[in-house]
């Protein structure tokens, strides 16, 4: 199944103020957050991608077309000759299409569409967010729901706490928000081509086609609370870069070994409550 990847915005919340990196291109561990997401996917079996460029296209292409399968696979030197003890990349297919430096997320999708024809269905993402959500059970709730889209739901990750006021205003109860009854786009999606009928020029992908189509019931959502890590400021990156250094790598299924009977009971328990 392809996946098209969203990688070209100017990635404001994240800049530092010195680097023109696009926030997809930032580093968590030796490796860019494109990559971490493109790996989860091709854990699965998917690595066709497209990926929808615009600012800094230049330094995607260059990370690609310059590719160090040393600086996460074992090897062994000869010499000057380099024996891989395993590869990253080298069965992926990598689409590079320009989509525009200020186009919103509709229209990316809308320029890429030839190449994602044929297909029954497609994946897509913002390149931006990392987890460790189940990607073949959505995928067979997406595909037996017959909706035109879906997305991944995970509870809201701000630390507010919100507080409910009586009609004197006395505070009757306070709860973090990840305690009330709502969800947040998780930014894994999926989409059958069907959606490409709503696309209009210079739409933005969720309000303007997402929303109606929730409006008239063709939107599904796989709920997970499980991991989910965005990356879209400084510090979200920062400490994704923490977790990673401590070894603590949720998101890296291809690098985890199996993982427990009863605590994979438990977790696909919960994921069957929850939806």
């Known amino acids: 199944m ?14 530092d103020g010195v680097s023109d990196l696009p926030k997809p291109m930032h580093q968590v561990g030796p490796r860019p957050l494109i990559w971490h997401v493109m790996r989860y996917y091709a854990h699965f079996g998917h690595k066709d991608f497209v990926l929808c460029l615009g600012y800094g296209a230049h330094h995607i292409k260059d ?3 310059n590719y160090d399968e040393t600086a ?14 395993g590869s990253d990349i080298k069965d992926w297919t990598i689409t590079f299409a ?15 569409r030839k190449h994602v024809e044929g297909e029954e269905m497609f ?7 990392l987890t460790n959500a189940p990607l073949d059970a959505m995928i067979e709730k997406f595909r037996a729901s017959g909706m035109v889209g879906g997305l991944l739901a995970v509870p809201p990750q701000s630390a507010f706490h919100c507080v409910n006021l009586g009609e004197g205003d006395e ?24 959606v490409f009928e709503h696309l209009e020029e210079d739409c933005d992908l969720i309000g303007d086609v997402c929303a109606p189509l929730a409006k008239e019931g063709r939107m599904m959502a796989y709920r997970h609370r499980g991991f989910w890590q965005p990356a879209d400021t400084v510090k979200e990156r920062t400490a994704l870069e ?11 299924l291809w690098d985890t070994p199996d993982r427990d009977p009863l605590q994979a009971a438990i977790a696909d328990l919960q994921d069957a409550l929850d939806r």
């Open 2 to 15: 392809k996946v098209v990847l969203f990688c070209g915005g100017y990635g404001m919340r994240m800049r």
């Open 171 to 194: 505070v009757s109860s306070i709860s973090t928000l990840q305690e009330m009854p709502l969800w947040e786009n998780g930014g894994y999606l999926m989409f059958r081509p069907e």
């Open 63 to 65: 990370f690609f077309l």
């Open 123 to 129: 994946l897509a993402n913002y390149a931006d967010v």
């Open 98 to 112: 320009h989509t525009g430096l200020d186009s919103p997320i509709g229209e990316r999708l809308r320029r890429v």
């Open 242 to 252: 923490a977790a990673y250094q401590s070894g603590t790598r949720p998101w890296m």
């Open 72 to 85: 996460s696979n074992d090897f062994v030197l000869r010499g000057t000759d380099v024996e891989l003890l």
